[in-house]
Each structure stands twice: as C-alpha cells, then as structure tokens.
C-alpha cells in the first residue's frame, strides 16, 4: 500500500527546497511545457511556479465557470489551486486539499501573497474530504492520484461532493508497460510495500484500468484526453482524463433496471418466498382493506401479491426500474389493474394522494448521501396521511455492508433516531434475520414510524 510517511517527507522536502533536483521536470519551463496560459504566469507570483510539478493540464480541457466551486485533489504548494481561483472569479471558490502539512502551509501562503480571499486549503486524505455532499462543480487533480493506495475510494469520494453532471479533470501518471501485474483484476487497492510510491511510479495504473475504475465510481464519457511529456520511469508517462458525474437517481435506475433483465429474481439475496414481518406488521397497523398502501421500491417483490391475495384494494407500487414493475405486472395478470404502478426514482417522486402505509424493504439504506436521506424522508412525509406508518426495513449494523454490488449504510435503532425529522415518532424498533434463497443469512433491522 501507499507509502504515506514517505510521500510526506519527499513532499515537505520540495517546500523547503524547491530548487533541489529530484529527478523529475518541476518549476516555471515545467509548466510552460504543459501549455499553461501565458496570463496565468503574468497574473500570479513567480515564486509559486517554482513548486510547479504538473505532470500535465488539466485545464486544457476543462470547462470551469466563473463562481463555481473547484476542488484540487493535492494541492500542493498551489499553483493549480490558484490557476482555479483566476478562473472562478471574486464569486467563486477554490479549495485545495493536500495530505503534506507544509504543502498546506505553503499553499495559504501562496494564496494570501497572490491576494486571493476565494482559496481555501484542506489538510486531508483523498478519501474523507470535509466537505458537504454534492457542493463542488469541479474536481482537478495533478499529479496525486496515483499516490493513494486505494483509487475506487478515492473516486467514490470524488463522486460524494461533485454536484450532479459535475466533472472531473485530472492529469496523472499512468503505468504504459506491456503487463500490468501490479494490482490485482478486482481491486486497484494495491499492496506493494517495496516501490516507490513518492516518486509517481509504484501506484500507477493503465489507462484502461483506470478508466474502468472511474466508470465503475459512477461517471459517463471518460476518456483520456491525451499523453503528456512527463516521465517518472521507464514504464510511466503522465496522462490526462476528464469525465463527468452521473446523477444518482440515473445511475439507480439504470444498475436496478438491469438487474431485473439479466437476473431471476427469485434468486437475488433479498428476495423473499413470502414477505411475512411486512405482512404482519401491516396486518397489526388495523388498516381496513381499502386503505391506501405504497410499497417504495417494490422491485418484483411477493408482497403485493398476498395484499392482493388478502384483500386490500389500493395499493400502489414505486420503482425506478420499468423492468421489475412489468415483471410484477405479468405475474398478477388478472388482478393487475387492481394496483397503480410508479416508474419514478424516491428522489423524483410527487405524490398526488395521501397513503395510510408506506412500506420500504429496499430503498432507504442504499441512500449513501446525507442530503438524500433529507429528501427521502421530505417525500414520505409528503406522501403519508397524518397519524399514518411507514416500514422501514434496512441492514443491521451487523449486517452485510453492501447489496446486489452497492454500498449501504446500516442502521440500529440510535442510527435512525438520528435521522428522523420532526413530525415523525419511532415507535417500533426489532432485529431479525432474512434466510436468502442461497441459503445464507442476513440481518435486518425494522422500523415502525408514525407520522403526526
């Protein structure tokens, strides 16, 4: 994994002598070799293009708007940081992020002699940025990527603060051997205790590899914009990428929707035979059977099959996948008219009518943003009569920490408390285990809530 100890002293070292020879292109002619933009040289000190170690640019092709908010993975001493804050104006803001303490101290201080009041500095890891969910435009990066040990989180971080269809511009090394055996196919999480991460070459990845990574994070139209003059090794070159965030609700209905085309249902991990905890705890809620139900993210779930069996005569069904809701459709045949059928993402959804019961077995725990939970709960609060249910099932926080290949975020009873917005009361609280058609086990943990 990544030398963090010896990127930091490689790093501290360039801050207190940044005319030292450390074996790769830095300084002013670096950047002039990049085709950084001759009014950057003009408008910003001299001395901050000594620590200029690009190993391309980014903004050659980026799209950064004056009054947008960027973030610079690895700042360094700032001289991309600052680039950024020229192009976002008075309006707009800069925000560098750095692991080195004095690359940080030195990136203030370049930002204060430039008179720069739109630059922040953070002093962090990639991976657990202290920064609010979907609040930046763009993300740059030079030079800093391949110095992390794990690249899907630092993309999954990168894809956390981006603002829906935000993008990302980033030049970095990449590995430009003829066998990449450094990492293993599933993982970019390398282990690799002897190379020389500082110096840009152990935590490279091949383009191809890399481009799969970020795709998988959740990003559309990644592409390697170009090769650079930039070389650490023999086996590496630096590469420049641009891509562009996939809004969440998107990337659900396209990953849901195509898990209903290419799976049998009644094999996935949480399919149920017979969806009994639901079914009594609707049965004890004492609704008649005219009551109004939604089931939110119904998939090809049984349940609405013994409401209808059971006699319940208005229920609706909520998924952002078309596919499961005609899977459902056809194996109700005759009593399918008796359901209303939602193709709408929770995020998107505006009821016109107002619900007795909302039943959850499979939507809140996949929502990994804080700011969707908010939603989340806006809409059921929305949706639901006063002194109505909701059923809320999740993961246990003993329970699997990823379902059908996404991240979720588990909940006990404490957890929930912390999420629920006024006007709505915990009432129920219990634990139990889902016996999946693999024969396996998983935890669950149920929420009764009652709305005001």
Not at 205 to 210: E, M, N, T, V
Not at 220 to 234: P, Q
Not at 328 to 356: P, Q, T
Request: net charge negative.
């Amino acid at each position: 994994m990544a030398d963090v100890k010896q990127i930091i002293e490689l790093y501290s070292e360039l801050v207190d002598k940044p005319n030292k020879d450390f074996g790769w292109d830095k300084g002013i002619e670096n950047a002039k070799a990049h085709n950084y933009s001759k009014e950057w040289f003009e408008k910003l000190p001299l001395k901050v293009w000594d620590y200029c170690a690009a190993v391309g640019n980014p903004f050659e092709q980026a799209d950064i708007q004056e009054g947008s908010t960027v973030v610079d993975l690895g700042c360094g001493a700032g001289v991309d940081l600052l680039v950024s804050a020229l192009l976002v104006g008075e309006n707009g803001k800069a925000i560098g992020v750095d692991i080195t303490p004095k690359m940080v101290k030195k990136a203030k201080e370049h930002a204060a002699l430039a008179g720069f009041i739109n630059v922040d500095v953070l002093e962090s890891s990639f991976d657990d940025i202290d920064l609010e969910d979907e609040s930046v435009d763009v993300v740059i990066s030079n030079g800093a990527i391949n110095l992390t040990s794990c690249k899907e989180s630092v993309f999954a971080e990168i894809y956390r603060i981006l603002k829906p269809n935000g993008k990302i511009y980033f030049a970095d090394m990449i590995d430009i051997s003829e066998n990449d055996d450094s990492c293993s196919d599933e993982s970019s999480c390398c282990i690799s205790e002897s190379q020389d991460w500082a110096n840009c070459v152990a935590g490279t990845l091949q383009k191809d590899k890399l481009i799969e990574i970020i795709s998988k994070a959740g990003f559309r139209n990644v592409e390697c914009t170009g090769l650079t003059h930039y070389k650490t090794s023999d086996t590496t070159c630096g590469a420049t990428f641009k891509a562009a965030k996939i809004a969440s609700d998107e990337l659900r209905e396209a990953h849901w929707d195509n898990i209903f085309k290419t799976k049998d249902y009644t094999q996935v991990l949480w399919h149920q035979n017979s969806p009994d905890k639901s079914l009594d705890l609707i049965k004890k809620s004492n609704i008649g059977k005219k009551s109004s139900i939604i089931d939110v993210g119904c998939g090809a779930s049984y349940l609405v099959d013994k409401l209808v069996e059971d006699g319940y005569k208005d229920i609706t069904l909520l998924d952002t996948s078309a596919t499961s809701l005609e899977i459902v459709k056809g194996r109700l045949w005759s009593h399918a008219d008796i359901v209303e059928y939602i193709c709408s993402d929770i995020m998107n959804y505006e009821s016109s009518k107002k619900f007795d019961i909302w039943h959850d077995r499979a939507v809140f725990h996949f929502l990994v943003l804080k700011k969707e939970r908010a939603k989340y709960f806006e809409v059921l609060q929305n949706s639901l009569q006063s002194g109505a249910i909701a059923i809320i099932n999740t993961f246990a926080t003993d329970g699997p920490i990823q379902c059908a290949g996404l991240d979720i975020v588990q909940y006990d009873k404490e957890k929930m408390l912390q999420e629920l917005p006024s006007g709505l009361e915990l009432m129920e609280y219990d634990k139990y285990i889902h016996h999946t058609p693999k024969n396996t086990d998983q935890k669950y943990s149920c929420f009764v809530i009652k709305k005001a």
